[in-house]
């Protein structure tokens, strides 16, 4: 089982906002030294080290489902999709039940736009209530419904996955897009501020900023978040925008 009892505490090493690697095996296992090692490296961007290292992993212990899906994860990072593809289909056969293997192939497979096949594995790894990780699931599944085009879906995800962990940016984030896009102007504002009490902001959040303030009246605060925009992204599409480029 993927949460079985053991002295150490779980290990979780996260390399963005919506995927996840955990390990609940001992760290002295050289498998898992090479896989952490890995996953540090994606973490620090250092990708041939961590791909090195990720090899390593599966070199010692082929059957490391968590090695294969960290190794899936970095050859999506480089565009190497089919490479990734086999190396996700290798840990799922592998660790069928692991929340953090399910998460990461539904996530992928959604980017991927095979919707359907993704969600049921996202919906799988949100329903396992061994999985102490529910409301990143529950994000991921949400945005593959907006894929979609099932706001609806995607809200009532977002915000289940916000009453498990009040503070995920990600789900923040895109509750101020989605509060924006559907004119409850006060609640993209609020959810950018406690988004802003997480993560920092991206050329999309401030342009969501400047279009809010402004709604509101907020004429100070608008170009005050233009003026960020143009000096943090100046190169982006919305500082584009701003600045009246086409």
């Known amino acids: 089982m993927q949460h079985k009892a053991t002295l150490l505490a779980v290990t979780f090493l996260f390399i963005s906002g919506c995927s996840w690697f955990s390990s609940n095996e001992y760290a002295e296992k050289p498998s898992e030294v090479y896989m952490q090692l890995g996953v540090r490296y994606m973490e620090l961007n250092k990708l041939?080290?961590?791909?090195?290292?990720?090899?390593?992993?599966?070199?010692?212990e082929p059957g490391n489902a968590r090695a294969h899906?960290?190794?899936?994860?970095?050859?999506e990072k480089i565009n190497h999709f089919e490479d990734a593809k086999q190396h996700y289909?290798?840990?799922?056969?592998l660790a069928p039940d692991d929340s953090g293997v399910l998460n990461n192939y539904g996530r992928f497979?959604?980017?991927r736009r095979q919707f359907d096949k993704g969600l049921s594995y996202l919906?799988?790894?949100?329903s396992n209530m061994l999985n102490d990780r529910q409301w990143m699931a529950m994000s991921n599944a949400a945005r593959c419904h907006l894929g979609i085009g099932q706001r609806p879906q995607a809200t009532v995800l977002f915000k289940q996955a916000l009453d498990l962990n009040p503070n995920y940016s990600v789900a923040l984030f895109e509750m101020q897009?989605?509060?924006?896009?559907?004119?409850?102007?006060?609640a993209a504002e609020e959810y950018l501020q406690r988004y802003l009490g997480q993560a920092n902001h991206t050329a999309e959040s401030l342009w969501i900023g400047?279009?809010?303030?402004?709604?509101?009246?907020?004429?100070?605060?608008?170009?005050?978040?233009?003026?960020?925009?143009?000096?943090?992204?100046?190169?982006?599409?919305?500082?584009?925008?701003?600045?009246?480029?086409r």
């Open 48 to 60: 041939e080290l961590a791909k090195e290292n990720l090899l390593k992993a599966l070199e010692k």
């Open 69 to 75: 899906s960290a190794l899936a994860f970095l050859y």
């Open 89 to 93: 289909e290798s840990a799922i056969s």
């Open 109 to 111: 497979l959604c980017d």
């Open 123 to 126: 919906n799988q790894a949100a």
């Open 177 to 186: 897009k989605i509060s924006y896009q559907e004119g409850d102007y006060r």
């Open 210 to 245: 400047i279009q809010t303030e402004e709604a509101l009246g907020n004429t100070s605060l608008a170009n005050e978040y233009r003026n960020l925009l143009l000096e943090k992204f100046p190169h982006s599409n919305e500082a584009k925008q701003v600045a009246g480029i």
